[in-house]
Structure formats: structure tokens, C-alpha cells
């Protein structure tokens, strides 16, 4: 399944499940993250991700790991510019561990949140009930995000934030999106693709 949408600001991006053979332009996204935006994804420095973490994030199977990439289509090489994944948790099948991670030119354009629509709607289909979430308490935009959807803070550390996201209350709050204009056709879509 692909979604052909568009970002806010009109720049065209199809989202489309992430495959084995991504390994390059995944490897070129995260390059293309800050210093800070990988440290608040990975929460690590590094410049990549060990090869195991990698290995990881490829091994999507559509059922225990859901992930979906979104690519800029009116550019040649079609960069992709950001992913999400859910990972089913082993002792609660009906929840998954989501993150999201967005090329840092495009934030604040709306593609996190078409990513996290396109994740849900498919999670629903799988069975996934709940998602939960580890963010770095001094990661605010993704806070923002998690609590737009529903999110609850269920646990707190020093270290890191956790939060659980009910999937039908976070796909209701999606839908009823007048702000993200791409919106709109992910969930038709969807719909038109059952």
C-alpha cells in the first residue's frame, strides 16, 4: 500500500511500508538528523546507529513490527525524510513501542503526524489496542505530539518519560485534523484500501 499526500506547505510525499532494501536511505536519513535530533530519537550522539539497531528497524514483518517511511517524491533521488515504527511488546500483544523520527528541515509541516495516522490506522488493523512511548523529558515537540494524540503519562523517570496512547481516542484526534490538509487523504486511502 502507498498513500500519495502532501506536507502543509504543499511538497508531495508518498508513505509507503519500509522494506530490507531501505537500508541506504535509512541510513542517509538519520545522517541527515542533528546532533540533537538523534540524541532525542536514539537517545545516543552517535553519527549512526550500531549495525544490530539498524538490522532492527529493517526487520518489519507487517504484523510484530509495523514501520512506514515517508518519501519526497518531486526530488530525483526521492529522499526519504522520516519513519515510524510500532514494535509489538512480547507480554501485552494488543500493545506496541512507538517512535517516530522526521528529517529536521521537516518539522513543523505536518509529517509526523501523517506518519502516526497511517501507523495507527495500520496497528488497528493488526490488533494493537495501545501504544507506548519513551521520550526524553526534554524532548517537547515530541511531548506535544504524544499528548495531541491522547497520551498519558503512565511512568516517569529521571531519564526518560513514558507514555501510553489509547489507538482508537489517538486516530479520532487525527481525523478531526483541520490544520494537517494531507490528513484527509491518508484516511481516504485507508479507507478505500480495506
Known sequence: MIFETHLNDGTPVCIRGVRPDDEKRLREGIAR?????????????????????IDDLL?????????????????????????????REEDDHRTAQFSVAVIDEYHGRGLARLLTAVLLLDCKREGFENLLVHILPEN??????????????????????EFDIEIDGALASLAAESDVPGMAAIFAQFAASR
Open 33 to 53: 538528523l542533528s546532533p540533537v535530533s538523534r540524541y532525542l530519537r536514539f537517545f545516543s550522539g552517535l553519527t549512526q546507529p550500531p549495525q544490530r539497531v
Open 59 to 87: 526487520d518489519v514483518d507487517g504484523h510484530d513490527h509495523i514501520a512506514w517511511g515517508a518519501i519526497r517524491t518531486d526530488i530525483n533521488d526521492q529522499p526519504a525524510i522520516g519513519v515510524v515504527h510500532a514494535f
Open 140 to 161: 517537547r515537540p515530541a511531548i506535544a505530539l504524544t499528548r495531541s494524540l491522547g497520551g498519558t503519562r503512565s511512568e516517569q523517570t529521571r531519564d526518560v518519560a
